[in-house]
């Protein structure tokens, strides 16, 4: 394996971490969460196996035990890196299956995470999923079983419902993967945008535009994949 890129001598700006913090809703003063926040910028800057427990612990001006302590192992430190973008994303749509919901609110609330996953600054949790999709890890399929299978189930049980069907089949579940995608690609692919489309999206920062389009994209999903289900039954 070829020797990784130095982690930069400097530490994060007062500035970065306070952004940070009011964005997770934490205290840096604590060790814990200092932990957690170098931990999840040197794991997105480097990967997982390539940073050292006694790096991260250094960074966060921690004693070499204080990982043990908090997390009992660098597994455990890794769990909760990937753990608290889930968790906040996972309260920002808290509630987008409810029955009292239009279609198009509750696809709102649920893809809307989606496209901002990778504002503000701080740790980037997107680089570290996609170091993550070509390499998966135990921990990280833990996870997703854990904090984001849930998720899932809920929105296919939502996506059938508006279908017209009792319960979520393959083409329900191929659906949903495929709406959480276009709202995805905004943030893992933003980069590659830029590149051939300079300035398209340069009068939508916040993605609000894109927004009302993918959730209108989705709402015509559905509805062709109601009529055709209705085409079958009655031919």
Known sequence: MPPRKPAPPDAPSPDLLAQWAALMGVDLNDPKERLVFHA?????????????TREICNAAGTNPGAIHYHFGDKDGLYREVLRRPIQQMNEAFAGFDHPDLSLPEALDRFLAPFLTMNHGEGPNPMRLYLRELMDPSEVFMQAVSTHIGPNHHALTRLLARHIGVAQPDTAVHQLAFALCAMAHDYCLSRPFMDALTPGLLDDDPELLAVRRRIVGWGVALVAAERAARASTTSS
């Not at 999840?40 to 800057?45: H, L, T």
């Open 40 to 52: 999840a910028c040197q794991f997105a800057e480097h990967g997982f196996d390539a940073v050292t």
